[in-house]
C-alpha cells in the first residue's frame, strides 16, 4: 500500500441495529463503507483503540518524567 492509496477519514457514524451495530466509514474520496458488525466486534475496536491511546499516554507520560 502506497500513500496514494490512503484516504483521509471524513466520516464516521455508529448505530444500533436490532443484529448488533451498523458502523458507517467515509472516506476523503466521497465513498462510504458501510458494515454490520456485532457487539463482540464493537468491543474489540473499542479495545483496541484503547490500548493504542494507552500506549501514547504512556510515551507522553514517560517525556513528561523526564523533564
Do not use: C, K, W, Y
Amino acid at each position: 500500500m502506497t500513500d496514494a492509496d490512503i484516504q483521509t477519514l471524513t466520516q464516521f457514524n455508529l448505530a444500533e441495529t436490532d443484529d448488533g451495530f451498523l458502523l458507517e466509514i467515509g472516506g476523503s474520496d466521497g465513498g462510504l463503507l458501510r458494515l454490520a458488525a456485532t457487539p463482540e466486534q464493537i468491543d474489540a475496536i473499542i479495545d483496541a483503540l484503547d490500548a493504542l491511546l494507552s500506549e501514547d499516554d504512556a510515551a507522553v507520560d514517560a517525556v513528561d518524567d523526564a523533564d
